[in-house]
């Protein structure tokens, strides 16, 4: 796993805009895998302005997202499909047709579940799949004691992720309790990860998930065993990890051969 450390929140979301952007322009139907939550917002902000700015063109990119709400209509303000295009898609010309939210109101979500995996296969698989953490080690809602070869599916939320949602709610009362989230397995078949964190409530977490043992307790952790993961981390979440100074070593000293490809 390559791991960035920066010193501020603006500062990983460059460079993950950075990195999506390299990779949109040597390939322009790129397929991206995208997350919702606070984690993104700065990278969501940063796609719009190089958009603005510099004329990248999301046409022919297609997405598909990792989440959403059980029950929740599109139109719902705190569904994730109002999340994504408040904050990037309406800002961007991205065609609706190549926009993949999960539905949370499928009639047969079970079944809406497997076409969703099948959507992935069709638009040929994910390129690049921005991921947040969750406090407890998610990736996704895959929460812990989720399988590691787990697809996409129904899965129910934990207290503390509710907690830690209602605070886009009026009360933790009104969070869903279900969820249609991308499983790991499916999260792990992406070619690249993208992961995300910020904030000293983040560092438990990506100590647990990057250095700690491979464990269904902690589904992040799965990224180990991809061979192209990412993690992006401001100073404040990676301050539990123990070989932090290494990491920074690493990445200041990379040769030419081994800096990334685009894609
Ligand atoms: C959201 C998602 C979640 C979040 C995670 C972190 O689509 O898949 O796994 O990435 O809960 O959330 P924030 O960024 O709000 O701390």
Not at 183 to 196: K, N, P
Request: proline fraction near 5%; hydrophobic fraction near 40%.
């Amino acid at each position: 796993m390559e791991v960035i450390i920066k010193e501020t929140y603006e500062a990983i979301s460059q460079e993950a805009a950075t990195i999506i952007r390299e990779a949109i322009l040597a390939k322009p139907t790129l397929v991206l895998g995208l997350a919702t939550g606070a984690t993104p917002l700065g990278l969501y902000g940063e796609l719009i302005r190089i958009h603005r700015q510099e004329g990248l063109d999301f046409s022919r990119v297609t997405t598909f997202n990792l989440d959403e709400y059980l029950g929740l209509p599109a139109d719902h303000p705190q569904s994730y499909h109002y999340f994504m295009q408040e904050n990037l898609f309406r800002h961007i010309n991205i065609s609706p047709e190549n926009v993949h939210t999960p539905q949370g109101t499928a009639p047969d979500p079970v079944a809406y579940c497997d076409r969703y995996e099948e959507e992935i296969q069709r638009a040929g698989g994910i390129d690049i799949q921005v991921l947040g953490v969750g406090s407890n080690g998610h990736i996704g809602f895959n929460e812990p004691g989720s399988s590691l070869g787990s697809r996409t599916r129904i899965k129910t939320l934990t207290r503390e992720t509710i907690e830690h949602n209602a605070r886009f709610f009026s009360s933790a009362d009104q969070v869903p309790r279900f969820a249609i989230t991308m499983g790991v397995a499916t999260i792990l078949e992406s070619r690249r990860c993208l992961v995300l964190a910020s904030g000293r409530e983040k560092a438990r977490a990506v100590a647990a998930f990057i250095e700690g043992p491979i464990t269904s307790s902690v589904t992040a952790s799965a990224l180990q065993l991809h061979p192209r993961v990412t993690a992006l981390l401001d100073e404040a979440a990676a301050s539990r990890l123990k070989l932090r100074e290494y990491y920074r070593w690493v990445y200041e000293n990379k040769s030419a051969a081994q800096r990334w490809r685009a894609t």
